[in-house]
């Protein structure tokens, strides 16, 4: 079945530094979403990309649809304490469709 | 409130009872969805609903697992003679369906199986 990829399963960085997760996967999706998950809680969504080459902003965050519509990333800037959780992507096929989840990186910010 | 809601929270039961749990989703969403989050892991996909019909049940473990949805709003999942790998935090989220729309999510029910 489709898989979303991402790793490593833990990131440590300094506040104030930036830091990139990828998400990669053997099938193509049409919509890639990055979503948020502090403990306790259900993952809250911080941007969505329907297009191909897309790249959005979300504040200090920014993510890209890559081209083959086979991957995507996120990048966080200048990195806070509460930045710190697991942060999952997924993907969908076409509309109203089920998400494929990858399994998360848990993002770990040292003051 | 404006989100998706879940009851209960919690839910400790023993093996071999039955459970139901609750999805109230954002108002005027059409389109929900059930998952299941085991610990460390992603989430893992259970049911669609459209309306009160589901078009895709192919992630449904096993036919202990069901699901229904009355008045295009509130969807139960309920799960018969439940076994302790039935574990796990059960995640609803909804989306408008005009288009492809992102999904919300609820903070989910945590169920433990003694």
């Known amino acids: 079945g489709q898989q979303l990829n991402q790793s490593p399963q833990s990131m440590f960085i300094q506040e104030g530094e930036d830091v990139s997760m990828n998400c990669t996967s053997s099938s193509i999706f049409n919509t890639w979403l990055w979503y948020k998950q502090d403990p306790g809680e259900g993952p809250v969504l911080l941007i969505a990309l329907y297009k191909a080459g897309e790249l959005t902003s979300n504040g200090r965050l920014t993510a890209q649809f890559g081209i083959t519509r086979k991957d995507s990333f996120l990048n966080i800037s200048a990195s806070i304490p509460s930045d710190v959780g697991i942060y999952f992507c997924?993907?969908?096929?076409?509309?109203?469709?089920?998400?494929?989840f990858g399994k998360g990186i848990t993002l770990s910010v040292r003051p | 409130g404006a989100g998706v809601s879940q009851s209960p929270s919690n839910k400790v039961t023993e093996k071999g009872k039955d459970v139901e749990l609750r999805c109230d989703p954002i108002s005027g969403h059409t389109a929900l969805y059930w998952y299941r989050q085991s610990l460390g892991q992603g989430l893992e996909f259970l049911i669609y609903?459209?309306?009160?019909?589901?078009?895709?049940k192919s992630g449904l473990p096993s036919d202990r697992f069901s699901a229904e949805r009355t008045g295009g709003s509130v969807s139960t999942l309920t799960i018969q003679r439940t076994q302790q790998e039935d574990s796990a935090v059960y995640l609803c989220?909804?989306?408008?369906?005009?288009?492809?729309?992102?999904?919300?999510f609820g903070d989910g029910t945590r169920l433990s199986i003694l």
């Open positions: 989220a909804s989306s408008l369906a005009s288009r492809v729309q992102p999904q919300h």
């Open positions: 997924a993907g969908a096929t076409g509309a109203n469709s089920k998400l494929t």
């Open positions: 609903f459209q309306g009160n019909s589901a078009p895709d």
